[in-house]
């Protein structure tokens, strides 16, 4: 028997097509629960590195859309890995894998529970990951999440990253929006 894992997961891929509405643009492809299911899809679809510029994938927990107005989101925020251009050629295929392989095998141990999922944007201005959570408000939660993952990504000290609340981010498109925790 295959290996189950504690949650359901779905991926999503994300295409820029201008006659379409974002949500529209967000397309739900598959929902993976065992070990072996998510490295076959994993080995089928192309690396994140490999995606034209403009496209997203998102790993979510069954039934959570990877959108902000999502009931399981909307209270949330992202701990969010801005990379340099020249990380996507060594550090952005890794990133993404460390980050779908800490949620799907539940690293966050008891915060586990508070992950809603991961988003992976392929942008010219730079590559960004985000790992999404479902409460701003609980920060030791949040703290615990955003030090896991700078240790499991192998990420200096001399580098900090950001929280940032969705609800700030909304209304923030295209500048910077203000991070509520760093680590
Ligand atoms: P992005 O794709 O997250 O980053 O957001 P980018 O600016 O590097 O491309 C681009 C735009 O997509 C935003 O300004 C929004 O118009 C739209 N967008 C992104 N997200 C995550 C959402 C969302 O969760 N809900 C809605 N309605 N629009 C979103």
């Known amino acids: 028997i295959k290996h189950p894992l504690q949650n ?8 820029n097509d201008r006659n379409k509405t974002w949500e529209e ?14 490295w076959s899809l994993y080995n089928h679809i192309k690396m994140a590195s490999d995606l034209h510029q403009g496209c997203d994938y998102s790993l979510f927990k069954k039934g959570i859309r990877p959108m902000w107005e999502d009931d399981a989101n909307k209270q949330g925020g992202r701990w969010l890995i ?66 896991k993952l700078k240790q499991r990504l192998n990420i200096g000290r001399n580098v900090t990253i950001g929280y ?19 680590v």
């Open 25 to 38: 643009n967000q397309r739900e492809i598959i929902s993976f629960d065992t070990a072996e299911d998510f």
């Open 164 to 182: 940032q609340i969705h609800k700030d981010t909304m209304v923030k498109a295209g500048s910077v929006t203000k991070n509520t925790y760093t």
């Open 82 to 147: 801005n990379l340099a251009k020249n990380q996507r050629a060594n550090e952005l295929d890794k990133y993404w894998l460390e980050i779908l392989l800490c949620m799907i095998g539940e690293a966050f141990d008891e915060n586990s529970e508070d992950i809603c999922g991961a988003v992976v944007n392929v942008r010219s201005k730079g590559d960004k990951i985000g790992v999404w959570t479902a409460d701003a408000q609980k920060s030791q939660s949040v703290m615990e999440i955003g030090r």
């Open 8 to 15: 359901t997961w779905t991926l999503w891929y994300y295409e």
